[in-house]
């Protein structure tokens, strides 16, 4: 099995701290800027093949997990993170659809949030009433920048990058159990669309 992807493009502030006021009044002073990103080398990815197309996920799941990255444990407000790495082996560009993951969990399908609605999210499950613009700004676009993005692949090329979904916080402990990371707009160069369901459940690749 190919490692997972070491270095991540993950956000450069710690979440939490990034969204912080910065009011004179807030308990919030000082920004975390890690030097080193956690790294997946040695943990275990989930991956599967189809049509030439090869697809790697790591679910965040312990609260380590987002401790490690976000500095915050976001499944307890409603919020799951997945990393995902799209690699293109074929002969010719592929396109990645825009905005077409969703997280299978139960009978219920989940579409990828957007940087805005995790933003109101977090705020809202923080109880964060007071931010200034640019702070808003910066935040929207670290969290832009640590997704995957939606365009062409290149042969031999590859996409990676978060997605992030909501989910009900009862579902918080172990939330990927019977989980299935789905994309329903992969497109080969003949129009024909390929469609992912990756189980993120360790337990049950």
Same mark, same amino acid.
């Given at each position: 099995m190919p490692a997972f992807p070491g270095r991540l493009r993950v956000f450069s502030l710690s979440l939490s701290s990034l969204l912080c006021a910065a009011f004179f009044f807030t308990s919030c002073t000082s920004l975390r800027v890690p030097v080193d990103f956690p790294g997946y080398e040695s943990a275990q990815s989930l991956n599967l093949s189809a049509d030439g197309i090869d697809v790697f996920a790591k679910p965040l799941i312990s609260r380590q997990d987002y401790q490690d990255v976000f500095d915050d444990y976001l499944p307890e407000i409603g919020l799951v993170a997945v990393w995902v790495q799209v690699q293109n082996t074929r002969s010719s560009d592929i396109m990645l659809a825009k905005?077409?993951?969703a997280l299978?969990? =139960?009978?219920?399908?989940?579409k990828?949030?957007?940087?805005?609605s995790i933003l109101k999210r977090y705020y809202q499950g923080r109880n964060i009433r007071?931010?200034?613009?640019?702070?808003y700004t910066r935040a929207r676009q670290q969290i832009e920048q640590s997704m995957i993005r939606d365009g062409k692949i290149?042969?031999?090329m590859k996409l990676d990058g978060f997605v992030i979904f909501p989910i009900d916080k009862a579902l918080?402990?172990?939330?990927?159990? =019977?989980?299935?990371?789905?994309?329903?707009?992969?497109y080969l160069n003949d129009q024909k669309k390929v469609e992912i369901r990756l189980s993120l459940d360790y337990a049950n690749p």
């Open positions: 905005e077409k993951w299978r969990t =139960g009978n219920r399908n989940r990828q949030l957007d940087a805005p007071m931010y200034t613009l640019h702070t290149s042969s031999s918080q402990q172990d939330w990927n159990k =019977g989980a299935v990371l789905m994309h329903k707009g992969i």
